[in-house]
């Protein structure tokens, strides 16, 4: 059983419940009542006692995925990697490789410096 599944934000992951409704979780400030958490067989399914009423155990799960955003991001990332690491394996065989790939990391670095800058300087 999954009591819960937490998230920064919903931008990247998706949670949907399982089938049947209620609660699956018993109160333990209902256990006082006397019977909370007591599971019995009716005949047909399980149920548990939450202290006020008897709930049934359905046989459910609970599904998890990534939302469309997070997994455009993994695509990406993946691309990204894949790309470098031909980059970098082609640098070890080629001399003109080894030299356009060290003068693009150069280069995104001075522009990713000099766009941190702007960035700083145009905030409000």
């Known amino acids: 059983m999954i009591r819960s599944i937490n998230s920064s934000s919903n931008e990247w992951l998706n949670v949907q419940g399982s089938e049947g409704s209620g609660t699956f979780y018993v109160d333990p400030s209902k256990v006082q009542q006397g019977i909370a958490g007591q599971v019995r067989h009716n005949g047909n ?8 009423t008897w709930r049934h155990l359905y046989d459910s799960y609970a599904t998890v995925n990534v939302t469309k955003t997070a997994e455009e991001a993994f695509q990406w990332v993946m691309r990204r990697m894949a790309w470098e690491k031909e980059a ?25 410096e000099r766009l941190n800058l702007v960035l700083t300087l145009a905030k409000p």
């Open 45 to 52: 399914y399980f149920e548990v006692n939450d202290g006020m």
């Open 88 to 112: 970098e394996q082609m640098a070890l065989n080629s001399q003109a490789v080894a030299s356009a790939l060290e003068e693009y990391k150069t280069i995104m670095a001075i522009a990713e």
